[in-house]
């Protein structure tokens, strides 16, 4: 089918591109941009006047809970969270249950993944086996299988000297190893950020140092094997120092933050609130300050949603027995626009970090609006308010703290390879 | 844009501060689950209205009938002797009809979850819980849980509150020291760990003591506790120099096996409170500990048994204290 969109703002931040302008869509890809070629017979004109046009949102990390855990959601229902949110490419980490360490889980979630709304589900596989952090997965059949990276959810390894094998291994088939930085023993039973908060609450803290500490010892990993590794999800200042003085290093590593990081403090735990009972934990107004600048100067180049949807029970008990993560897959999108409303950095910038950022990252390419590229890509209505309510709230996990924002502009519609994967209702449009 | 409120649903919300869960719009008692934020009017009024209790409970016949026909349910999650039998004795006198259920041996290990615990209770129409669970927060989320019209006192959530123990000691302190703000007061242990020594943080800053300190090692120190508003000593020497109150707390056994410290027998050398330190504070300087206390630990046996020493009077004082939240959490005063 060929498709003709005019009249919308297109932004494409991995090119620099901003300006009204065409966009020509052939079958899955685009086609053009900028000008129509001549000869192009549009089947479908549509006319996207006051709306802007981005590429589709790559999300490095999205818990959708299947297979293992449907009682908390499915790719059905995830995925249609995900669509709404302009999110066309989700990562799922490989602690679903059981855990992605062969090519049949690969193939189940594909799968899956084909008979819903058509985001596309990418994999990442095991980096041990059953996620024990003891013997090597079978990286070779896993890539063969599809997955983008391997890594060990945030399952510990048993020792550095697995980490250090690991990275060899997977460098040997160019796998990218993704990490999580959170010292398991350092990390104990804490489950909040230690600081003033942890100690008037009463709760086990996690120190700075869990972070860090685990975080030197990947950098002198990647040091010595010369692996390319993305630390996922970091929660500190200092942690996100320590990448951009690697990175200025020449050393081959990247970051994310999750979105709620870059928002909220341990001081939004107060008191015992489990909707932000997160993993990570949410620590200092320091640590997101610093966060957020390593966000705005692209030393962190994708910030995630870290989805984590639970059912109700999940986030019913005293704080420490409470499930952590948050559903945030409907929030992503607001989330890093609000950082451009709030002057951190600019428009092209934000959407860089969550399309052609994370797609750089994974060696995708997805994430831009390029000719030949995939037709994934969001129509958004900047005038419009987008209120987070539990009615019109599509994650199957409605443990969200933002539910109740409101937000400056909407996805209008969000489109996957040349078709339209979620459409704002009729009624909701007026 | 600014967040607006979330409307009313069945999620999970963002809780209230303390106040507002555990007072009542016009600021009464509703819920007692911190001493953190409660007003030092509110604070003295509790006070008072135990030495009142105290009184009566000198007397021949120690019941009235002001909580008659009320059920208290006692819910311990966590194995205690004296809070729970002295919360049991101040139901008693005040002649309501008491329920013990030690958790630990019943629906926990079955996979009931507290809510569920809560829920069934709550079936049987019971007015108040006196709860006690190795969970902080566990109180507020009982507190925020329950049916309008009950209320939950908390007794003992992890390492969070124990705030019925800390009125006490501040009665205790009350009764034998007076006026708050000409005391020096020391806190001696295992600050990390404690629900006590927290309470007692913010009880004694409430009635704004001339100075509160704590004293202890490093390992057994909470991040940021000068964030509390005290004084940090790691030398028990230096910190009991010149104060009115000293408060011992108990050292765990398992303290050892997580690496805080080396061994009890250091402890003692270090932080154990023996009789030739305690006369490097106050001439009659209160000797007080919240008990078990562990003898040869964190306490010599002839300062626990020697003059200064109120531990026993803390126990008797603690069925007053509790008799007076429990009236006015159920709306009723003494006289």
Known sequence: MSILIENARVIDPGSGLDAVTPVCIQGSEILALGAVPEGFEPRRRIDASGLWLFPGIVDLSAHLREPGEEHKATIASE????????????????????????????????????????????????????????????????????????????????????????????????????????????????????????????????????????????????????????????????????????????????????????????????????????????????????????????????????????????????????????????????????????????????????????????????????????????????EALNEITPESWLSAGSNSPFIGWTFSGRVTETWVAGRPAWTLPAEDSA | ?????????????????????????????????????????????????????????????????????????????????????????????????????????SSAVKGETLLDTLRNLEAMNVDMFVVRHQQSGAAHFMARHVEPGISVLNAGDGRHAHPTQALLDMFTIRRFKGDFTRLKIAIVGDILHSRVARSQIHALNILQTGEVRVVAPHSLLPAHVEDLGVHVYHNLEQGLHDVDVVIMLRLQRERMEHAHLPSEHEYFQLFGLTRRRLHLAKPGCLVMHPGPANRGVEIDSAVADGAQSVILQQVTFGIAVRMAVMSMVMGVRGS
């Open chain 2, 1 to 105: 844009m600014i967040p607006v409120a979330a409307p009313a649903s069945q999620l999970p919300q963002a809780g209230p501060l303390p106040n507002s869960l555990q007072l009542t719009p016009d600021g009464r008692l509703q819920h007692l689950l911190t001493v953190e934020g409660l007003s030092r009017d509110l604070l003295n009024e509790i006070l008072d209205t135990a030495e009142s209790f105290a009184n009566m409970n000198e007397k021949a016949v120690k019941k009235v009938p002001l909580l008659r026909g009320k059920t208290i349910v006692n819910l311990f999650f966590e194995a205690s002797t004296r809070t729970r039998t002295t919360f049991e004795l101040a139901a008693k006198r005040l002649s309501a009809d008491v329920l013990n259920i030690n958790v630990s041996t």
């Open chain 1, 79 to 382: 995925t249609q969270a995900a669509a709404r949110g302009g999110i066309t490419t989700v990562v799922v980490p490989p602690d679903t249950t059981p855990p992605i360490d062969s090519p049949a889980e690969v193939e189940l979630i594909s799968r899956r993944a084909e008979q819903a709304c058509g985001v596309r589900v990418l994999t990442m596989g095991a980096l041990t086996r059953g996620l024990h952090g003891e013997q090597l997965a079978e990286m070779a059949a896993l890539k063969r299988a599809g997955v983008v990276a391997v890594g060990n959810a945030w399952r510990p390894l048993a020792s550095p000297l697995v980490l250090r094998r690991a990275m060899e291994y997977a460098a040997t088939f160019d796998l990218m190893v993704s990490l999580s930085a959170q010292d398991a023993s350092l990390t104990g039973s804490g489950c909040v950020h230690e600081g003033a908060v942890s100690t008037r609450l009463g709760l086990p803290g996690i120190p700075e140092a869990a972070e860090t500490a685990a975080l030197g010892g990947i950098l002198a990993l990647v040091e010595q094997t010369g692996a390319r590794v993305h630390v996922n999800r970091l929660s500190t200042r200092r942690g996100a120092e320590m990448i951009a003085k690697a990175r200025a290093d020449g050393l081959p590593v990247s970051a994310d933050v999750a979105a709620h990081q870059l928002f909220l403090t341990e001081v939004d735990v107060a008191d015992f609130n489990p909707l932000c009972h997160v993993m990570p934990p949410l620590r200092t107004q320091r640590d997101r300050e610093g966060l957020r600048d390593a966000v705005a100067r692209g030393e962190i180049s994708a910030v995630c949603s870290d989805h984590q949807p639970h059912e109700s029970d999940s986030k019913l008990g005293p704080f420490a027995e409470t499930r952590p993560g948050i559903s945030g897959l409907e929030t992503l999108l607001p989330l890093t626009l609000r950082l451009v409303e709030e002057g951190l950095m600019p428009l092209s910038a934000a959407l860089a970090r969550i399309t052609a950022g994370p797609a750089d990252i994974l060696g995708l390419g997805s994430g831009r609006l390029s000719r030949g590229a995939p037709a994934d890509f969001v129509l958004f209505d900047p």
